[in-house]
T-cell receptor, first 117, second 111 residues
Framework: GAVVSQHPSWVICKSGTSVKIECRSL??????MFWYRQFPKQSLMLMAT?????????EQGVEKDKFLINHASLTLSTLTVTSAHPEDSSFYIC?????????????FGPGTRLTVT | GENVEQHPSTLSVQEGDSAVIKCTYS??????FPWYKQELGKRPQLIID?????GEKKDQRIAVTLNKTAKHFSLHITETQPEDSAVYFC??????????FGAGTILRVKS
């Protein structure tokens, strides 16, 4: 149980275009999902917290107008990178928060490798 | 906000030896401390976690200890094997909410 999928697994786009990444919880409902970004040889950095039915909460320094997050259902959150530039090239990983035995844990998606040319 | 420091950044051990990775956190309110193993290009994989009401937890060759007073926690891997080679991240969180990760430790197990 507690499986999280992401689509696509990798994408190449041209500078100036937009890219949408989907994060789905396959066998549980997630009112809260998280979006992380990981540059090569670096750690994971939280970009935003996505809450079902409400606006996302962005971390300091993350442009909310550039990284649009929509959490329209209990099993799907999307991240749209608008007007992508080469510096946005990164590994984007989502996670979904689930309650297991009275405690909360996060389950990670497989990640999406974005390359902007 | 929370800040997590992780040491060492790289660790090389001989197969069969033990490996220890240490993390410190800044926010005393944090109560959930997971450890992840990440292989190149893959998602982080939870290997063990500990909550603030417990001082130590063990799962076969892996153990984690937590010192709330000092605000540090450590990962212990015994009898290391080549397949343990990966990047390991510690993290801190409040009730499983947003995770703040350490910088990571590259573990190399030499056979």
């Amino acid at each position: 149980g507690a499986v999280v999928s992401q689509h696509p697994s990798w994408v190449i786009c041209k500078s100036g275009t937009s890219v949408k990444i989907e994060c789905r919880s396959l066998d549980f409902q997630a009112t809260t999902m998280f979006w992380y970004r990981q540059f090569p040889k670096q750690s994971l950095m939280l970009m935003a917290t996505s809450n079902e039915g409400s606006k996302a909460t962005y971390e300091q320094g993350v442009e909310k107008d550039k990284f649009l997050i929509n959490h329209a259902s209990l099993t799907l959150s999307t991240l749209t990178v608008t007007s992508a530039h080469p510096e946005d090239s990164s590994f984007y990983i989502c996670s979904a928060r689930a309650q297991v035995g009275g405690e909360y844990e996060q389950y990670f998606g497989p990640g999406t490798r974005l390359t902007v040319t | 906000g929370e800040n997590v420091e992780q040491h060492p950044s790289t660790l090389s051990v001989q197969e069969g030896d033990s490996a220890v990775i240490k993390c410190t956190y800044s926010d005393s309110a944090s109560n959930y401390f997971p450890w992840y193993k990440q292989e190149l290009g893959k998602r982080p994989q939870l290997i063990i976690d500990i909550r603030s009401n417990v001082g130590e937890k063990k799962d076969q060759r892996i153990a984690v200890t937590l010192n709330k007073t000092a605000k540090h926690f450590s990962l212990h891997i015994t009898e290391t094997q080549p397949e343990d080679s990966a990047v390991y991240f510690c993290a801190a969180s409040l009730y499983g909410n947003k995770l703040v990760f350490g910088a990571g430790t590259i573990l190399r197990v030499k056979s």
